[in-house]
T-cell receptor, first 114, second 112 residues
Framework: NAGVTQTPKFRVLKTGQSMTLLCAQD?????MYWYRQDPGMGLRLIHY???????AKGEVPDGYNVSRLKKQNFLLGLESAAPSQTSVYFC?????????????FGSGTRLTVV | GNSVTQMEGPVTLSEEAFLTINCTYT??????LFWYVQYPGEGLQLLLK?????DKGSNKGFEATYRKETTSFHLEKGSVQVSDSAVYFC???????????FGQGTELSVKP
């Protein structure tokens, strides 16, 4: 099925370890996004991309880096994980600015940093 | 700045009860408005949307009307089912960079 695929689905890291979350979409969408979801805080935008080779900071970018080397992939990196980064991470994509269809979301990655 | 405020949950209803989840927004210009639903263990799915004032979005028995005069987009359903138990997010999309802004989410629990 077409859509947004996130890997891995679950991960436990030790403080200070690094990891990369992968997001892949097969809908030829230009825009891609990384959000984190925390209880009582809704979804907060970490970084986003408006096209291949571009990235931009969102609301809570500190401690994360991203890359968009290919249009279909958007990677989120944690260089030195901290317990405050324990969260559920969602990737999303859209056809462009003010998409009338909103976003398509992946199923999420649950990350625990101990 | 732009923001979305939802009523706090959790909301607990009996099956076939009437549902209202309040959503108000602050935005410059004319944003598009959305309701997303998140079932347990899953990602967010688009439930309905409205792109201009007085538009009514509807899907699966849910409705919401874009009220510019009250800056609101309240979600309603006439008769909820146990399968509607989920977290509901109101969101707005504004011009700059096409970024969705979410409310904090409202958890709905429907009991048989």
């Amino acid at each position: 099925n077409a859509g947004v695929t996130q890997t891995p689905k679950f991960r436990v890291l030790k403080t200070g370890q690094s990891m990369t979350l992968l997001c892949a979409q097969d809908m030829n969408h230009e825009y891609m996004y990384w959000y984190r979801q925390d209880p009582g805080m809704g979804l907060r935008l970490i970084h986003y991309s408006v096209g291949e080779g571009t990235t931009a900071k969102g609301e809570v970018p500190d401690g994360y880096n991203v890359s968009r080397l290919k249009k279909q992939n958007f990677l989120l990196g944690l260089e030195s994980a901290a317990p405050s980064q324990t969260s559920v991470y969602f990737c999303a994509s859209s056809i462009g600015q003010r998409s009338p269809y909103g976003y398509t979301f992946g199923s999420g990655t649950r990350l625990t940093v101990v | 700045g732009n923001s979305v405020t939802q009523m706090e949950g959790p909301v607990t209803l009996s099956e076939e009860a009437f549902l209202t989840i309040n959503c108000t927004y602050t935005a410059t210009g004319y944003p598009s408005l959305f309701w997303y639903v998140q079932y347990p263990g899953e990602g967010l799915q688009l439930l309905l949307k409205a792109t201009k004032a007085d538009d009514k979005g509807s899907n699966k028995g849910f409705e919401a009307t874009y009220r510019k005069e009250t800056t609101s987009f309240h979600l309603e359903k006439g008769s909820v089912q146990v399968s509607d138990s989920a977290v509901y997010f109101c969101a707005l999309l504004y011009n700059q960079g096409g970024k969705l802004i979410f409310g904090q989410g409202t958890e709905l629990s429907v009991k048989p």
